[in-house]
């Protein structure tokens, strides 16, 4: 059984910075990947940012394009997502989600969830 934990956000002022990490548990595919979304309040989960375990070709969501990046430590089956330049538009809560499809940005390609970190960015 897949286990994904989340942690690192909080609270941060426009402009700040935060680095979220997913500790993954019981991987079941080396190819698989993980990916970051996010969901404000009112609005559906939207795609973030995702790596494969075995690849250095990240995947951004454009609206954070140039402000975040996605990294992996397979030595410590952690993935991490750094934040800068933090808008009060990021406010959301965070999760990540491992997949072994081919399609990294679609949510509902995704088996395994994490609870959810919160990230609030103050104007």
């Known amino acids: 059984q897949v286990q994904l934990v989340e942690s690192g956000g909080g609270l941060v002022q426009a402009g700040g910075s935060l680095r979220l990490s997913c500790a993954a548990s019981g991987r079941t595919y080396s190819d698989s990947a993980v990916g970051w979304f996010r969901q404000a309040p009112g609005k559906e989960r939207e795609f973030v940012a995702a790596i494969r375990w075995t690849s250095n070709s990240p995947f951004y969501a454009t609206s954070v394009q140039g402000r975040f990046t996605i990294a992996r430590d397979n030595a410590k089956s952690t993935v991490y997502l750094q934040m800068n330049r933090l808008k009060p538009e990021d406010t959301a809560v965070y999760y990540c989600?491992?997949?072994?499809?081919?399609?990294?940005?679609?949510?509902?390609?995704?088996?395994?969830w994490g609870q959810g970190t919160q990230v609030t960015v103050s104007s």
């Open positions: 989600a491992e997949t072994s499809s081919d399609i990294v940005t679609r949510r509902n390609e995704y088996q395994h």
